[in-house]
T-cell receptor
Framework: EPEVTQTPSHQVTQMGQEVILRCVPI?????FYWYRQILGQKVEFLVS????????KSEIFDDQFSVERPDGSNFTLKIRSTKLEDSAMYFC?????????FGPGTRLTVT | GENVEQHPSTLSVQEGDSAVIKCTYS??????FPWYKQELGKRPQLIID?????GEKKDQRIAVTLNKTAKHFSLHITETQPEDSAVYFC?????????FGAGTILRVKS
């Protein structure tokens, strides 16, 4: 059964540094998403992406965040200047027309 | 704005008993309600979903009910087993995103 994959599984970075989180969505899916989950809290929507452009974004997704689909398989989330409060688990998800399937997540630790 | 409330926050049941988790949503335009199970350190996994054109859906020991008028939906797990222990999140689709409830920690005691 195809799955969403993410790399790295854990990323440690210093405050102010840039990080890129990578995702490979399920191959025939059309919609791609990033969510984050702060430890012990609920999953929060960041951004959705369709047809090579952002279709919706949350208040969390400010100017320090960007997404890109650089080729036919990868979907990336870039955080330009990380803050301590960006520490969280970041999940990528993809969907066809409805069900969203989540990747295993990247745990981002900002020190 | 869009909001999903989930109760209870924790639920302990004896193995073999039933578990019920309830959610309410705010936007009457929402039509799709998936439930996710998340084990410690793992990804949220879709376990069942329901659309607004049906009131109930069942898959083996798991069932979901939806009351669109009251904007309530519920997850029912029957004959609970220790492997059902996890955090369960309800969610509601708004536009191009899922909005999640705060989660229910389910503990099944053997």
């Amino acid at each position: 059964e195809p799955e969403v994959t993410q790399t790295p599984s854990h990323q440690v970075t210093q405050m102010g540094q840039e990080v890129i989180l990578r995702c490979v969505p399920i191959s025939n899916h059309l919609y791609f998403y990033w969510y984050r989950q702060i430890l012990g809290q609920k999953v929060e929507f960041l951004v959705s992406f369709y047809n090579n452009e952002i279709s919706e974004k949350s208040e969390i997704f400010d100017d320090q965040f960007s997404v890109e689909r650089p080729d036919g398989s990868n979907f990336t989330l870039k955080i330009r200047s990380t803050k301590l409060e960006d520490s969280a688990m970041y999940f990528c998800a993809s969907s066809g027309w409805s069900e969203q399937y989540f990747g295993p997540g990247t745990r981002l630790t900002v020190t | 704005g869009e909001n999903v409330e989930q109760h209870p926050s924790t639920l302990s049941v004896q193995e073999g008993d039933s578990a019920v988790i309830k959610c309410t949503y705010s936007d009457s335009a929402s039509n799709y309600f998936p439930w996710y199970k998340q084990e410690l350190g793992k990804r949220p996994q879709l376990i069942i979903d329901i659309r607004s054109n049906v009131g109930e859906k069942k898959d083996q020991r798991i069932a979901v009910t939806l009351n669109k008028t009251a904007k309530h939906f519920s997850l029912h797990i029957t004959e609970t087993q220790p492997e059902d222990s996890a955090v369960y999140f309800c969610s509601s689709e708004y536009g191009n995103k899922l909005v999640f409830g705060a989660g229910t920690i389910l503990r099944v005691k053997s």
